[in-house]
């Protein structure tokens, strides 16, 4: 996605062209990108140099799989609930915290969100309750250009009391 200018490559997607152009400001200002994005960045570098587009490849054919067994699940379904994160909120690491802390606590909270970042189904997280004085997510996920329907469950969810006291 940085190569890309904030797009994947590849993809039947609509690409604004314009937020592209905006999007390749990061290589003026890579030093601040954060330590995972590096990594990320270094990693997919590494695989694309020393063994080409093939595991590209093989992640966008998975990706069609994950996509139809969600598609599959909203025959039934409006929406899916989940937590936004698999876990309660946890502490930053310290400012002197080694690059594998800050890579291992960023990625420990994507599980739930990570998946509709690659199948593209609308999804979008809203305050729910607390547990231990830390806030909790619920994720709502929709159809395919059904966001109309999360943006109702959400708005209908807000108007049905105080978050902080469910």
């Known amino acids: 996605m940085m190569f890309g200018d904030g797009y994947g490559l590849s993809r039947g997607d609509l690409y604004s062209t314009s937020l592209m152009d905006f999007h390749r400001g990061w290589r003026r200002q890579a030093d601040s990108l954060s330590e995972t994005t590096k990594l990320f960045?270094?990693?997919g570098t590494y695989i694309n140099n020393n063994f080409g587009p093939r595991f590209y490849g093989?992640?966008?054919n998975i990706s069609r799989r994950l996509t139809a067994a969600y598609d599959k699940a909203f025959k039934?379904?409006?929406l899916l609930l989940m937590p936004t994160t698999p876990m309660k909120a946890t502490k930053l690491p310290e400012?002197?915290?080694?690059?594998e802390e800050y890579v291992a606590r960023a990625l420990e909270m994507i599980s739930n969100t990570a998946p509709f970042d690659i199948t593209h189904h609308p999804a979008m997280s809203l305050p729910?309750?607390?547990?231990?004085?830390l806030p909790v997510g619920l994720m709502l996920v929709g159809r395919?250009?059904?966001?109309?329907?999360?943006?109702?469950?959400?708005h209908a969810f807000e108007q049905a009391g105080d978050w902080k006291k469910m």
């Not at 400012?95 to 690059?99: E, G, M």
């Not at 729910?128 to 004085?133: A, F, R, S, W």
Request: glycine fraction near 6%; aromatic fraction near 10%; proline fraction near 0%.
């Open 128 to 133: 729910c309750g607390m547990v231990d004085g």
């Open 58 to 60: 093989k992640a966008l």
């Open 76 to 78: 039934d379904y409006d």
């Open 41 to 43: 960045m270094l990693l």
């Open 95 to 99: 400012a002197n915290a080694s690059r």
């Open 144 to 154: 395919m250009f059904e966001e109309s329907t999360i943006y109702r469950a959400a």
